[in-house]
């Protein structure tokens, strides 16, 4: 590599380092006065520094490397001076920072080629970055944190530190700290997939986390009571309106790309009705838009915390909302807290299975170690979300994995005794039950309940096992609705719920 080039490419990762490490800066209550002139002439010098690194480049390829090295020099010190202005300065768009030091990464690394013949053939800043993660994201995943404007504005303005969301971090900091550090660990591995989608569609990733923290832990494949499914849980006929379908038996909301780009979607699609009023979209998101619009539209009413809306929504919409902006802070300002979320090798990488294997036997096989002292069958479900974790999968089929677990692999899984034990258990056979006509009828004995004073029907369904079923119990004794009489001393009989 050429010394210019070298040169640069450092120069340019330390000074995103630098951009991403700086604090947003606290702003009052009240909206700051925009300096426009001010605005206009950091973005002046962002572009001319610009120019300035370019021709160090140049000079670079033509060898004449002191000059080079003074040029890129002195263009990354004003432009580090500059983003950190912008950081500090209200209304500046800290985003065309963070484009330019991606595209001048992309020059020093020589990979401008493809975007130069994109921006050539007419195509968006959006579609060039479709092929991939930007570099500096990668080379510096913290950038992307440092990013929080909502529709110009800072996310950390939004959130209002309010009773509700004091609760909720409490919550999230002491009986639900493992879930969030899960959540965290979970994303982590899955960054790659779901925040170019938010990234792309103008969206902080603080709220990205949050909801996926709230919504399932950052388990692509879970599934709610009432149906909602996928890292974000879209229930079905949402997930179709934003693209989500079947394809090929796969139900692609279990998808965390495809997920994240229709939750991004939604999320835009809502803002514009609500008015850029977070906390509206996202008890939308929760309890339904068209509940949320009638009630969001009374008397002009716009913010969820008047108490015409906050008292309004569902129990579940109040608690849900501050969760999730808990969730987003905690993500952006974890010192704050206590809070020390682990550091996690999360570089995308693949294997090509040497031998026929099920993710169930790859989880065996690879083990654990401190990055993953569960395991890794979360993550190989995450990254390989088609994939039934118990069917085995054919020798030369490539999974996603990160990056680290490729050596693994091929230390422990390709051949040796651990895939042997993994398939020896993984084909191990569980003895049917036996067929009903083998069964002599005096083994099987009835199930009852004799009624006691305090009993409802209600109480006795949970204490037999059968939840909130009181329909077969009231059916199975001939009990009659609303009042369902009982009379202490009397042997119910207990139907096939208590059993199942």
């Given at each position: 590599m050429?010394l210019?080039?070298r ?5 340019v ?13 606290n ?6 006065k ?7 002439a950091l ?10 690194y ?25 432009l ?16 065309r ?7 001048l ?18 195509a968006?800043?959006e ?6 993660e ?12 440092s ?15 309010n ?8 919550e999230?900091l ?6 969030l550090v ?7 591995y ?6 170019p ?14 909801m996926?923290a ?6 692509v ?17 949402t ?5 989500l ?7 692609q909301?279990?998808?965390?790309k495809l ?23 996202i ?23 008047d ?11 109040r ?17 704050r807290?206590?809070?020390?979320f ?15 294997a ?7 096989c690879?083990?654990?170690d401190r ?22 999968e054919?020798?030369?089929a ?11 692999y ?12 993994a ?5 191990a056979?569980?003895?049917s ?8 009828a005096?083994?099987?004995?009835p ?11 209600s109480?006795?369904a949970?204490k037999?096992g ?19 009489a009982l ?6 009989r207990?139907?096939?719920c208590?059993r199942?």
């Amino acid at each position: 590599m050429p010394l210019a080039r070298r040169f640069a490419t450092v120069a340019v990762v330390a000074l995103v380092t630098g951009c991403a490490a700086t604090p947003p800066k606290n702003t009052a209550a009240s909206a700051p006065k925009v300096d426009d002139a001010g605005i206009n002439a950091l973005y002046a010098r962002l572009d001319q520094d610009s120019r300035r690194y370019e021709n160090g480049l140049t000079l670079g390829r033509e060898g004449r490397n002191e000059q080079a090295q003074a040029e890129v020099g002195t263009a990354l010190d004003d432009l580090r001076a500059a983003a950190t202005a912008c950081s500090q300065t209200p209304g500046c768009e800290q985003q065309r920072f963070v484009d330019a030091f991606d595209r001048l990464l992309r020059l020093s690394t020589g990979s401008s080629a493809n975007q130069e013949s994109a921006e050539t053939a007419g195509a968006t800043p959006e579609a060039v970055q479709e092929a991939g993660e930007s570099p500096v994201v990668a080379a510096v995943p913290e950038l992307g944190r440092s990013v929080t404007l909502l529709k110009g504005r800072e996310l950390g303005d939004i959130i209002a530190l309010n009773g509700p969301v004091k609760a909720a971090l409490e919550e999230w900091l002491t009986q639900y700290r493992p879930n969030l550090v899960t959540a965290y660990v979970n994303y982590e591995y899955m960054r790659y997939l779901m925040w170019p989608e938010y990234q792309k569609a103008g969206l902080p990733e603080a709220l990205l986390f949050g909801m996926l923290a709230k919504e399932s832990g950052g388990k692509v494949h879970a599934v709610s009571r009432s149906g909602a499914s996928g890292p974000l849980q879209f229930m079905y006929a949402t997930g179709l309106r934003f693209g989500l379908g079947t394809v090929d038996g796969f139900d692609q909301r279990f998808d965390p790309k495809l997920s994240a780009r229709a939750n991004a979607a939604y999320v835009n699609e809502q803002l514009a009705i609500f008015n850029n009023q977070l906390e509206l979209v996202i008890g939308a998101y929760n309890g339904g838009e068209g509940a949320m619009g009638r009630l969001a539209g009374k008397g002009g009413v716009q913010n969820f915390w008047d108490p015409q809306i906050y008292y309004a929504v569902s129990q579940e919409t109040r608690e849900y909302v501050p969760m999730v902006l808990a969730a987003a802070w905690l993500f952006m300002h974890p010192e704050r807290y206590n809070l020390e979320f682990p550091k996690v090798s999360a570089q995308p990488g693949s294997i090509t299975l040497a031998r026929p294997a099920s993710l169930a036997e790859l989880t065996i096989c690879l083990g654990n170690d401190r990055e993953a002292e569960d395991g890794w069958f979360r993550t190989l479900r995450n990254l390989n979300p088609a994939l039934d974790p118990q069917q085995v999968e054919p020798t030369g089929a490539k999974l996603s994995v990160p990056v680290q677990l490729e050596g693994v692999y091929q230390r422990n899984c390709a051949n040796g005794k651990w895939p042997e034990l993994a398939a020896e258990l993984h084909s191990a056979v569980v003895p049917s039950p036996p067929p009903a006509s083998l069964v002599r009828a005096k083994d099987v004995k009835p199930k009852g309940y004799v009624v006691r004073k305090g009993d409802t029907l209600s109480s006795i369904a949970k204490k037999v096992g059968c939840g909130s079923n009181v329909r077969e119990i009231a059916a199975a004794n001939n009990l009659r609705p609303p009042g369902y009489a009982l009379k202490p001393g009397k042997t119910l009989r207990i139907p096939e719920c208590a059993r199942r």
